[in-house]
């Protein structure tokens, strides 16, 4: 699936690529409108239904990303209450594995995310994979997120790359829309982000289940 001799760059997402996006669609969906409902003194389907879609209207925006924007939105400490789940923060069948043998080869391997630093914070400290990297890139700190063009720009502008010879590994479609706007040439997402969901059948892009579909060293001796 992937020639890894033309790759001189790797672009990893981490929430539902790297990570199980199971803590945050429990997050999100479940332990946050519960809260929300016990504070307010309101039906929690009540209000899983208003947070629902209040959060949708701002899916793809940095604001939908920042857990200091949803904090003061919703009158919780967002970030203390993402510390007391950070338990089940998990790491993806296979990664280390991937992980370590990118690391070892000629690539540069890059985590891209749009989680707020913040939240990548509570997370390393659970799982951290940061050693990894040559680079974290964090979109609140190039003021877009990965969805919108300003960030592909301004990532090329601080950290210089080739499109044409740059993997980006994401689950999220409008993301890598937005990266083959751009010009990045390999592109590649996950079926099964959420390992509590059901399979992805209709990705418009390429797609693995676990990464020792795609091991660097086998595709090389292969």
Known sequence: MIDWDSIDTVLLDMDGTLLDLHFDNFFWTE?????YARRNNLPEQEASDALLARISQNRGTLEWYCVDYWSEQLDLDIPALKRELKHMVKLRPHVPEFLDTLRAGAQEVVLVTNAHRKTL?????????????HRIVVSHELAAAKEDQAFWHALQDH????????????????????????GIAHLLTLLQPDSQRQKRIDTRFPGIHHFDEIMPGAARTS
């Open 31 to 35: 332990h946050i409108p519960r809260e």
């Open 159 to 182: 950290h210089p790359f080739d499109p044409a010879r740059t993997l980006l590994i994401d689950d999220t479609e409008t993301v890598l829309d937005a990266a083959q706007t751009y």
């Open 121 to 133: 914070d509570i997370k390393m400290e659970q799982v951290d994979i940061t050693p990894w990297f």
